[in-house]
């Protein structure tokens, strides 16, 4: 059996159409790890934007959502760690489908390795505004009082703000890449065998000292998932078969 882990599909970013065939993609690859897997692991952004009200959750997505529900309906766990687009849930997620739900990085044992997934973001040194308004967004009261909006203004809202901030932070470069190696050779070097981030849309594998560094990329551009199997981990990319 293989844990499977995947992050930055941003489901809701692009056009309807656009849309409709990233998810038709996903779709494609959730049904066809299904018989192979023992654990799935979401690494943050499965959605561009996610905000919770105590009654109601944006809609559109509910193909992915039904077809994760099979997986624990199956008793296979999927594991949710929120990233910087989709921290905003509340316990949907967990008491209607079934998930363990993250909103801080953390350490697991899997098949005998030591494990540490991190959405990636915060990690830069150099980006200081989003290293200051991370907690701010974060803030349980914050969250309250946005629940006072009416869920049409508040998700459009949140969907021009996460479009103007991708479109200012593309321009910039703030050493993503630097703090996210930084991070990971230092969990390596605690003892972690596997470090799997997301979060810049590339995909990468580096072996740093006794470890690996893994970058899960993305589904907007690249399709690739990881794959961990008696205790080795690869990169692959999606393109109909597992």
């Known amino acids: 059996m293989t844990t499977y882990f995947f992050s930055d599909v941003h489901l809701g970013l692009g056009t309807k159409e656009t849309e409709r065939h990233k998810e038709d993609r996903l779709l494609a690859f959730l049904h066809g790890i299904f018989p192979t897997t023992d654990a799935l692991f979401i690494v943050g952004d499965l959605f561009d934007f996610w905000f919770e009200y105590k009654t109601v959750i944006p809609k559109g997505?509910?193909?992915?959502?039904?077809a994760l529900q099979e997986f624990t309906d199956a008793g296979k766990p999927v594991h949710y760690l929120a990233g910087n687009h989709d921290f905003w849930m509340g316990d949907f997620f967990a008491q209607d489908l079934g998930?363990?739900?993250h909103f801080d990085p953390f350490e697991i044992s899997i098949q005998d390795k030591r494990v540490y997934l991190h959405h990636g973001d915060g990690l830069?040194?150099?980006d200081l505004g989003?290293?200051?308004?991370?907690?701010?967004l974060r803030n349980r009261f914050n969250i309250w009082l946005y629940r006072w909006l009416h869920p049409d203004l508040g998700v459009r809202l949140a969907r021009g703000s996460s479009r103007t901030s991708r479109e200012y932070t593309?321009?910039?470069h703030y050493g993503e890449e630097e703090g996210m190696i930084r991070e990971a050779t230092k969990k390596i070097r605690?003892?972690?065998?596997?470090?799997?981030?997301g979060h810049r849309h590339k995909p990468n594998v580096?072996?740093?000292?006794h470890g690996v560094y893994v970058?899960?990329?993305?589904?907007i551009s690249h399709n690739t998932y990881a794959a961990l199997r008696n205790g080795t981990i690869e990169l692959n990319t999606w393109e109909g078969s597992n």
């Open 206 to 209: 580096q072996h740093l000292d």
């Open 215 to 219: 970058n899960l990329g993305d589904w």
């Open 130 to 136: 989003y290293r200051l308004i991370k907690p701010v």
């Open 99 to 101: 998930m363990r739900v």
């Open 190 to 197: 605690e003892g972690v065998d596997i470090v799997i981030m």
């Open 61 to 66: 997505f509910h193909r992915t959502l039904t």
């Open 124 to 126: 830069a040194e150099n």
């Open 170 to 172: 593309s321009q910039k």
